[in-house]
């Protein structure tokens, strides 16, 4: 009989428990970073339901869209700390969680420890990067969903255009393929580092290279662009409204391509005169259409996630090979 109460306690906890060994162990072990980071997500969450709420009603109170609803997005705090919220969180993925993932196991020893018991070196790494990568995508799939749902029926009162990262960068799959990056990226700069603060600081400066500088060149070299021709000194028809414009031209009626400034002389009879030369008659746009918007963000949440899938791989790789 009291064989049988000791067991059942014990399968009665094992039962309940919805994580176990090592799954359970590594949860524990991030408890902080994951608390941090899912309320991050919640607070973000609530400011952006309350900020589409409150955009609702003042646009309703203008009569929107029949009438013009001016700039309501313009100094909007909510807006404002719901983009810093967004703009720094792949920044914290990669720098807290992922850098120091494998780094700080490795440069404690906890590693050695750990894959010296009963756990396997591919069990024990499994769980880590199921974890970070578990976080970074329920995350960015939370984040992108409610932001998408406030930015795309009103787009047009916002300030950011579509391709900017404010909106581009937070909206569909891309979020979330661009934290699973990040974070990736920060797990294999830890890998090779194999300390903490250095490979913390690695990973902040090439998550803002990244995100700064070489994100925004590849953004706009996602889609084909396409050109349209109008006559001078007229509008460009309304259904470009919401084009981006990557670059602009005059042209002659052969069809000849001239720089924007080919004919800014210093004053108008010049440049009548310059004009008359080349036979300018039509400006000329080229620009990537709102309708591309969805493939593009498709193909970079592509490029994204091979990004992932190849980082991933060579960490498994170091890590299973190499000495921890």
């Not at 889609?223 to 007229?234: A, C, E, L, N, S």
């Not at 052969?254 to 010049?270: S, V």
Request: hydrophobic letters at 50%; a negative charge; glycine letters at 8%.
């Amino acid at each position: 009989m009291s064989t049988t109460l000791t067991e059942k306690p014990a399968e009665t906890d094992s039962g309940h428990r919805l994580l176990r060994g090592m799954p359970w162990l590594v949860v524990r072990q991030h408890r902080v970073a994951l608390v941090c980071v899912l309320g991050l997500t919640l607070v973000a969450s609530l400011l952006i339901a309350y900020g589409r709420s409150e955009l609702v009603q003042l646009l309703d109170a203008k009569g929107w869209p029949e009438k013009d609803a001016g700039q309501p997005m313009e100094n909007n705090r909510v807006y404002e700390y719901v983009g810093s919220i967004l703009g720094g969180l792949p920044l914290i993925l990669a720098v807290f969680i992922g850098a120091p993932l494998i780094a700080g196991d490795q440069e404690n020893g906890t590693a050695q420890l750990v894959t010296t018991q009963s756990a396997t070196r591919r069990q024990w790494l499994i769980a880590k990067l199921g974890l970070a990568y578990t976080l970074a995508l329920v995350s960015g799939v939370v984040l992108s969903a409610l932001f998408t749902w406030w930015w795309k029926p009103y787009r047009s009162v916002f300030l950011s255009d579509w391709i900017d990262g404010a909106v581009f960068d937070n909206t569909g799959p891309v979020l979330p393929a661009f934290l699973l990056f990040l974070t990736a990226a920060g797990i294999t700069i830890g890998t090779l580092i194999r300390r903490v603060l250095p490979a913390m600081v690695v990973t902040f400066l090439f998550t803002a290279i990244t995100t700064m500088f070489v994100w925004d060149e590849v953004r706009v070299r996602l889609g084909d662009t396409q050109i349209f021709t109008y006559p001078m000194d007229t509008e460009l028809p309304a259904r470009y409204a919401e084009a981006y414009e990557v670059d602009r031209w005059v042209g002659s009626a052969d069809g000849t391509l001239y720089g924007w400034g080919t004919c800014a002389e210093a004053t108008e009879k010049a440049q009548n005169a310059c004009i008359k030369e080349h036979g300018i008659v039509n400006d000329v746009i080229e620009y990537l259409d709102y309708s591309q918007m969805a493939p593009m963000q498709w193909t970079a949440a592509g490029i994204l996630l091979a990004g992932t899938a190849l980082l991933t791989a060579f960490t498994l790789w170091r890590v299973t090979r190499r000495p921890l």
